[in-house]
């Protein structure tokens, strides 16, 4: 039987075994669009989409339910949990040492400047840390936005927020990113 998105985000967040491997294939092509995303955002990481893809149903997969509530909540839950495994492959990678070519990376009007962006990516996480302990609404509005991808809209819906609200906690996590990264020492 063939069973809705709702039904079976419903079934998830119940813990029912086996309902993840029916919701991805209705998402297949939005977690390929987010990990492409995240792919061309960090190309010196060598990562494959699919590869991130696959990452982020594993760690879903470790847990017996989530709380998501429609296919934007799920998505931005797919995006952190994208996050979190690039974030993991970053640590290896510097861990195993790589070479070093400056490149500006923008996000939209913040430039994160690139030496080998294994540790940029690390300093922005870092950065995203310190935000969560002074406001996580900000982060979670962060990472929708330019982690998975979403739209102001898509954002709205998946944290239950106002848009107006969306807009100005976009607008404050970018200032406090750009503020932080403009703080650190110079390389």
Known sequence: MEHSLHDL????????????????????????RLARRQVHQWP???LDTTAVVHEAYLKLARQHSLDASDRAHFLAI??????????NHARQKLADKRGANPVM????DVDIPVQGEADELLLLDQTLRGLAEANPRLVRVFECR??????????????DLPLRTVQRDWMRARAWVRDMLSERPPA
């Open 9 to 32: 985000l419903v079934a998830y967040r119940k813990g029912e075994p086996g309902v993840l491997d029916q919701l991805i294939p209705l998402v297949y092509e939005d977690l390929r």
């Open 44 to 46: 010196n990481l060598t």
């Open 78 to 87: 797919c995006g952190q949990a994208m996050r979190q495994f690039i974030i």
């Open 105 to 108: 990376h923008k996000v939209d």
């Open 146 to 159: 330019y982690f998975a991808g979403l739209t102001e809209a898509e954002t709205m819906e998946a944290l």
